[in-house]
């Protein structure tokens, strides 16, 4: 086992996430001790099919108890709710906190001073790893395998849970990026909150009017309109959270898609080549797959 990780971990609320991050654990750490905490008792069974050494309980303070390593999968609206329920139990000293949420300014600033009295450290975290899918079904060991994953340290941090977690997503195979909380929300606004409505504007253009459309999709309607399946409850809180970058960057669009719709309107094809080469350009020269 990694001697910089400690050998008590606890993943609130195995969904997608937090179960891919207890199946990747146990896969990588195989004597790490795996606790997890449920909201429902019937995800216990589950739990209890995938792996019978995981702990999984509804008590938060059977879970949280001794674990040196807490990571919060939650939905990021409830959060400070879940944090605010831990500060009060008894955790191990120099425990440290982070989370898998895709918002980070409010998150951080909230965790932070739920925490300042508690003798634990928090610090952000947001592995971009997911699916359209949700719950512990979808879970996968290799989900995090070559995803970035982003850390968002402040004056706050200690030196501790920033290593933490370093070790602990590197861990599990992520490549690491660090940014302010700030600077996260608006460029995960752009990359991957605005592509999400982006595919709700196309499913919904395409097939409110005529659903029989769907009998024509080719693999690029596919492909973008595919994480419009996403849960619209936890995107709708995701979308809440991070509303102001978010609407800063359909405002953005709403221009693009303008000049886009003034460029064709005019019959102008050079201005079309051009707006479309530099997408294909923009487009294939990140490290996009």
Sequence with gaps: MDQALPE??????????????????RKRLPKTNLRTWVRRSEAVNELQ??????????????????????VLCTPVATMPLIAKQLAMLPLEPGCIITDAGSVKSPVVTA??????????SFIGSHPMAGSERSG?????????????CILTPTLFTSDKALETARKFWS?????LLEMQPEEHDRKIARISHLPHLAATVVA??????????????????????????????????????????????????????GNLLAI??????????????????????????
């Design 8 to 25: 008590n971990i606890a993943v609130i609320g195995p969904g997608l996430i937090g179960g891919s991050l207890l199946l990747a654990l």
């Design 49 to 70: 099919k995938i792996d019978p050494a995981i702990v999984a309980s509804t008590n938060l303070k059977t879970v949280a108890s001794g674990a040196g390593l807490i």
């Design 111 to 120: 965790l932070e001073s739920i925490f300042s009295k508690t003798g634990t």
């Design 136 to 148: 512990i079904s979808a879970a996968r060991a290799d989900l995090f395998e070559g995803s970035s």
């Design 171 to 175: 861990l599990l195979g992520c490549r």
């Design 204 to 257: 919904l253009t395409a097939l409110r009017g005529d659903k029989s459309a769907a009998e024509c999709a080719g693999n690029g309607f596919r492909d973008v309109t595919r994480i419009a399946s996403g849960d619209p409850e936890l995107w709708t809180g995701i979308i809440s959270q991070n509303r102001a970058e978010i609407i800063s960057a359909l405002q953005e669009a709403h221009e693009i898609n």
């Design 264 to 289: 064709i309107s005019s019959g102008d094809d050079s201005a079309l080549l051009r707006l479309l080469q530099e997408a294909q350009s923009l487009r294939d020269g990140t490290h996009a797959a």
